[in-house]
């Protein structure tokens, strides 16, 4: 089976502009998540979806939103960016809701200058 | 709030030798304690997970609930053991699927 995919794979973009960060779950799997990993803080909690609905979010402020599509494929959008936006945006996929074993992408390494 | 803590940023031990790495959490109720490992230029996996009770690689991990820790152990350490392992756990409820990771430690295994 084909693992998780993320794309783009590295990303660009200037302050104050918004940005999409697309995600495949491994064929099969329903729950996706949402990571954010920087040196300071590590890795971080976003959101988790399972059919097509938010069902978990961490403490990060409304700027940063997802969604799900019937397929199980997942977006996640951050609006206004900001310099502390620049980080490796991680997505996993699980077989189903509320899973810990979660197989991750590749990430998206976002920069905000 | 669920907590993890990983007291070594970094450990090296000698191709051979035991070694441990160090992890404690908080929690309230009782969650499910993960390892989880990257190695370079590789992504994230799992590596193993408290309730299956697995030898993964060679590394067993004990969860002791007086304690609130979740050790990983490995008798005898390899070269390709060196990579950043992350201890990791969830809740009940609705934060079950929720990872939270703790700040993660690099293994360096010399030969």
């Known amino acids: 089976k084909a693992g998780v995919t993320q794309t783009p794979r590295y990303l660009i973009k200037t302050r104050g502009q918004q940005v999409t960060l697309s995600c495949s779950p491994i064929s099969g799997h329903r729950s996706v998540s949402w990571y954010q990993q920087t040196p300071g803080q590590g890795l971080q909690f976003l959101f988790e979806?399972?059919?097509?609905?938010?069902?978990n979010k961490g403490n990060f402020p409304g700027r940063f939103s997802g969604r799900q599509f019937s397929n199980s494929r997942s977006e996640m959008n951050v609006s206004t960016l900001e310099l502390g936006d620049s980080a490796l945006y991680l997505c996993?996929?699980?077989?189903?809701?509320?899973?810990?074993?979660?197989?991750f992408g590749p990430g998206t390494r976002l920069t905000v200058t | 709030a669920q907590r993890v803590t990983q007291p070594e940023k970094l450990l090296s031990v000698f191709k051979g030798a035991p070694v441990e790495l160090k992890c404690n959490y908080s929690y309230s109720g009782s969650p499910e304690l993960f390892w989880y490992v990257q190695y370079s230029r590789q992504r994230l996996q799992l590596l193993l997970r408290h309730i299956s009770r697995e030898s993964i690689k060679g590394f067993t991990a004990d969860l002791n609930k007086g304690e609130t820790s979740f050790h990983l152990k490995k008798p005898f350490a390899q070269e390709e053991d060196s990579a950043m392992y992350y201890c990791?756990?969830?809740?009940?409820?609705?934060?079950?699927?929720?990872?939270?990771f703790g700040q993660g430690t690099i293994l360096t295994v010399h030969p």
């Open positions: 979806y399972f059919s097509e609905t938010q069902r």
């Open positions: 996993a996929s699980s077989l189903e809701l509320g899973y810990g074993e979660q197989y």
């Open positions: 990791a756990l969830t809740g009940g409820g609705t934060s079950y699927g929720k990872l939270t």
